[in-house]
C-alpha cells in the first residue's frame, strides 16, 4: 500500500471531521445509566488504524474528542471517557491485526479488543463514577452489568460495520 504522507494527513483531517460529526448522533442504551451514549463515531479511528497504523488511528480519536469537547460537551471526565474507551478497543485489535494481516486474525482481534475495553471501562467507570455522580460505591456497583453491556454491544457493533467496510475503504487508498 501506497502510504502519501499529503494523501494520508488528508484522509486523517477528512476522518476525524466525519467521526466528530457522526459522534453528535450519542443517544443512551440504558436509561438506568444514561451517562453512557451510543454513537458510530468510533468507526473512524478504527479505520485510519488499519489503513494507516495505530497511532494514526489514535490520532483521529484524539482529534475527534478534542473537536467534540470544544463543539458540543464541555465535559472533560465524559471525553476522557470515551478516549480511554476508543483507545483501549483500538490498540488490540490494531496490534493484532498487525501480528497476521488475515480474516482470522481481524477477527479474534475484535474479540479481544472488546474484552479489553468491556474489562478496563468497567473497572474505570468503578473508580470515577462514584466521584462523578457522588453516588456511594455500592450504587456505582449495581450498574455494573449495564457498564459492562454498554461497551460490549457499543463495540461489537463498531466491530461488525468495521469488518463490513474496511476491505472497500482500504482498497481506495491502495493505488
Ligand atoms: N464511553 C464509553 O464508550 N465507555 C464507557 O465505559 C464510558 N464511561 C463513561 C463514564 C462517565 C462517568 C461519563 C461521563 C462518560 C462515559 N463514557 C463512556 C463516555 C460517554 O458515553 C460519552 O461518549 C461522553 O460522555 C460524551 O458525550
Redesign the pocket.
Given at each position: 500500500m501506497k502510504k502519501n504522507s499529503a494523501v494520508r494527513i488528508a484522509t486523517i483531517g477528512i476522518m476525524s471531521a466525519l467521526a466528530t460529526g457522526l459522534m453528535f448522533l450519542?443517544f443512551p442504551i440504558f436509561p438506568a445509566a444514561d451517562?453512557?451514549?451510543f454513537?458510530p463515531s468510533d468507526i473512524l479511528p478504527l479505520l485510519a488504524g488499519f489503513i494507516f497504523g495505530p497511532l494514526d488511528g489514535v490520532l483521529v480519536l484524539l482529534i475527534k474528542d478534542l473537536l467534540f469537547y470544544l463543539l458540543k460537551?464541555g465535559?472533560i471526565?465524559?471525553?476522557m471517557?470515551?478516549f480511554a474507551?476508543g483507545v483501549s478497543f483500538l490498540l488490540p485489535v490494531i496490534y493484532i491485526y498487525r501480528i497476521r494481516k488475515n480474516r482470522v486474525f481481524e477477527v479474534i482481534g475484535y474479540v479481544v479488543g472488546v474484552l479489553v475495553v468491556t474489562g478496563v471501562?468497567t473497572v474505570l467507570?468503578m473508580l470515577?463514577?462514584p466521584v462523578?455522580w457522588k453516588v456511594p460505591f455500592e450504587e456505582t456497583l449495581k450498574l455494573l452489568p449495564f457498564?459492562a453491556g454498554?461497551?460490549a454491544i457499543?463495540f461489537t457493533i463498531d466491530s461488525v460495520v468495521n469488518a463490513l467496510l474496511r476491505e472497500r475503504i482500504a482498497r481506495i487508498f491502495e493505488n
Open positions: 450519542e451517562f453512557l451514549k454513537d460537551s465535559d471526565v465524559g471525553i471517557m470515551n474507551a471501562m467507570n470515577v463514577v462523578y457498564i454498554f461497551n457499543k
